[in-house]
């Protein structure tokens, strides 16, 4: 799916700030952690991204062309693993200065497209910001390469390798085997995590501005990383609510008050989460052009099916074969609409989400419980009643036993638990 860049206003080219509010409606729109809201509010403004770049730009490797050129067989054909707006992505080794003579390890390295629609512009931002932000739901930045050669401007940036590719090519692909409902859970949740990080535990607010399942990238254990910050932007600063600029960012994903007004906020970027938590609930795409007019729209399409009707589980990836459990996908799809919500003041923060989904995935998990429970509970009774004469099935039925036992006490504990959460819950 392409990114669009929308022009409303030539007079709106470079980033503008609105106008300021008063200190109370400040405070009242901010909901991250203290720190955050006080530099926010504070006299003393927080450092921008360049700043906080020229702190910590000596951690990044700036590698020579003829480097790159050597880890991917001068961009083999064969080792390229990707392509987008920026240009083309290549799987390499290298070894890192600190390693010594170690072995060399796999990186991504990609590679600007001199005629693409991104340009120098977006591969400077990726090498601030990622340079300045650390987190496990981010992906890290090695190193960049900036020269010039014969062929022209050459702009490369080299990250750690994520052999499992991406969230949309695990959903999408019927190439890779369909998730599990516990795995797609704990993918979102760490992407939520990375956004959360983002928007409210650095000292400057980062707005991610293109949050889509392709720019969500598995690790070796399927550990969610989010990439591609080409089109990030520093939040508002202190007295104003929003940035105004041109609108750029990908179909089907951005926010229709961030396109219609070109007014960019964190809430943009939950707009963006919330269509991702449809797409894994139904294994579809937010738009396919492919499909009958009236499911080519995935948030128009699930609307004939609502959360609290018979008809819900339509919706659902027919690839889960029914292993999930309804209670918990209906809270997902509860969440998404929250996050969907028209007025963006009202849509949740992603420190909220975060601790939604991990309700949720403890009320899936609990259930999970229960529906062991009740399949052994639904075998021959008899069985359990009779003292087996053969050592094998003695053996056996001193695990069921065992087994029953554990749960009961699982589900004792965890119902308490569960009441507590529902009584703390404070996001619908």
């Given at each position: 799916?392409?990114?669009?860049?929308?022009?409303?206003?030539?007079?709106?080219?470079?980033?503008?700030?609105?106008?300021?509010?008063?200190?109370?409606?400040?405070?009242?729109?901010?909901?991250?952690?203290?720190?955050?809201?006080?530099?926010?509010?504070?006299?003393?403004?927080?450092?921008?991204?360049?700043?906080?770049?020229?702190?910590?730009?000596?951690?990044?490797?700036?590698?020579?062309?003829?480097?790159?050129?050597?880890?991917?067989?001068?961009?083999h054909r064969l080792l390229k693993i990707g392509e987008g707006g920026f240009g083309s992505v290549y799987k390499g080794s290298i070894k890192l200065a600190d390693h010594g003579d170690g072995e060399p390890i796999p990186v991504a390295?990609?590679?600007?497209?001199?005629?693409?629609?991104?340009?120098?512009?977006?591969?400077?931002?990726?090498?601030?910001?990622?340079?300045?932000?650390?987190?496990?739901?981010?992906?890290?930045?090695?190193?960049?390469?900036?020269?010039?050669?014969?062929?022209?401007?050459?702009?490369?940036?080299?990250?750690?390798?994520?052999?499992?590719?991406?969230?949309?090519?695990?959903?999408?692909?019927?190439?890779?085997?369909?998730?599990?409902?516990?795995?797609?859970?704990?993918?979102?949740?760490?992407a939520a995590q990375g956004l959360a990080y983002l928007h409210e535990e650095l000292e400057v607010q980062v707005i991610y501005r293109d949050f889509k399942s392709s720019n969500v990238l598995l690790d070796q254990n399927l550990k969610p990383k989010l990439s591609d910050f080409g089109l990030a932007r520093e939040g508002p600063v202190a007295g104003h609510t929003h940035v105004s600029t041109a609108v750029v960012g990908t179909y089907g994903y951005a926010a229709p008050d961030y396109i219609?007004?070109?007014?960019?906020?964190?809430?943009?970027?939950?707009?963006?989460?919330?269509?991702?938590?449809?797409?894994?609930?139904?294994?579809?795409?937010?738009?396919?052009?492919?499909?009958?007019?009236?499911?080519?729209?995935?948030?128009?399409?699930?609307?004939?099916?609502?959360?609290?009707?018979?008809?819900?589980?339509?919706i659902m990836d027919p690839r889960l074969e029914g292993q999930y459990p309804t209670s918990a996908a209906r809270k997902i799809a509860k969440l998404a609409d929250n996050c969907l919500l028209k007025s963006a003041k009202e849509r949740p923060t992603m420190s909220q989400v975060v601790e939604r989904l991990k309700q949720i995935i403890q009320i899936s998990e609990d259930e999970n419980h229960s529906e062991q429970i009740d399949e052994i509970c639904e075998k021959d009774p008899s069985d359990s009643d009779k003292t087996p004469n053969q050592p094998e099935h003695s053996e056996l039925w001193k695990m069921r036993m065992a087994h029953l036992a554990k749960l009961g006490e699982h589900v004792q504990s965890t119902s308490k638990r569960r009441f507590m959460i529902m009584q703390r819950a404070k996001v619908p």
């Open positions: 799916m392409k990114c669009f860049h929308y022009f409303r206003d030539k007079s709106k080219g470079r980033e503008q700030r609105s106008a300021p509010e008063l200190t109370e409606q400040r405070k009242s729109y901010y909901s991250g952690p203290d720190r955050v809201a006080k530099s926010l509010c504070s006299s003393t403004p927080p450092r921008s991204i360049p700043k906080l770049y020229e702190e910590k730009s000596h951690y990044l490797r700036n590698f020579s062309l003829s480097e790159l050129r050597h880890a991917t067989n001068d961009f390295i990609k590679r600007l497209n001199k005629n693409g629609s991104q340009g120098h512009k977006q591969w400077e931002a990726e090498v601030q910001f990622l340079g300045v932000v650390e987190h496990p739901n981010l992906v890290k930045l090695i190193g960049y390469c900036a020269a010039d050669d014969e062929r022209g401007i050459q702009r490369l940036l080299v990250y750690e390798y994520m052999p499992n590719k991406s969230l949309e090519e695990h959903l999408f692909n019927r190439a890779y085997e369909s998730l599990p409902w516990r795995t797609r859970l704990h993918i979102v949740l760490g219609e007004t070109g007014h960019l906020t964190t809430k943009s970027d939950v707009w963006s989460f919330g269509v991702v938590l449809y797409e894994i609930l139904t294994g579809r795409r937010s738009l396919e052009s492919n499909r009958p007019r009236i499911e080519q729209k995935l948030l128009e399409w699930v609307k004939q099916f609502p959360l609290d009707s018979k008809k819900f589980s339509s």
